[in-house]
């Protein structure tokens, strides 16, 4: 995403006017409802300027990363992601070539999987996505976009079941 993406995001606005709502309505109820109404427009304006700013500081390692990957990308989405201690927040890329799984939460981990690597990949019903390596090896990918991922998977013929 661009620098100004992060500004134009939904999410961003509506969360910076939540922030200015439940921090101007106990000074309206307990105070008087000029002063909130007041520190609502303050809250929500600094609120929409330090988030997206928070945001994009938040995704330069992941674009640093990216920009070294000369493959166009089917495929760039956060999701959730297993790991041997867990489950982290990062990035599931898709190339025509490999899927790369970044994330910088509980250290950093880059995992790049290619055609080859992948044995078979299966769509569950709750929302995840299981990469097979092995019969006893697999990534599960956690997002709410997990059946356009496998449609994307399926039509570029990686070994979906």
Not at 146 to 161: G, K, P, S
Request: glycine residues 6%.
């Amino acid at each position: 995403m661009k620098f100004s993406d992060y500004f134009h995001a939904p999410g961003v606005r509506f969360l910076s006017f939540l922030f200015g709502v439940f921090t101007g309505l106990p000074i309206a109820i307990f105070w008087d409802w000029r002063y909130g109404v007041l520190v609502c427009a303050v809250v929500t304006v600094l609120a929409s300027f330090i988030l997206p700013i928070r945001l994009w500081r938040a995704e330069l390692p992941y674009n640093k990363i990216k920009s070294t990957i000369s493959d166009s990308f089917l495929f760039d989405l956060r999701v959730r992601f297993t790991i041997r201690n867990g489950t982290v927040g990062g990035h599931f890329l898709l190339t025509q070539q490999s899927m790369i799984f970044l994330s910088f939460e509980q250290g950093e981990h880059r995992l790049e999987l290619s055609r080859d690597d992948v044995k078979a990949v299966e769509l569950s019903e709750n929302m995840t996505i299981s990469i097979f390596l092995n019969d006893k090896q697999f990534v599960r990918v956690i997002s709410g976009e997990c059946e356009e991922i496998y449609e994307i998977l399926r039509d570029n013929q990686w070994a979906v079941r």
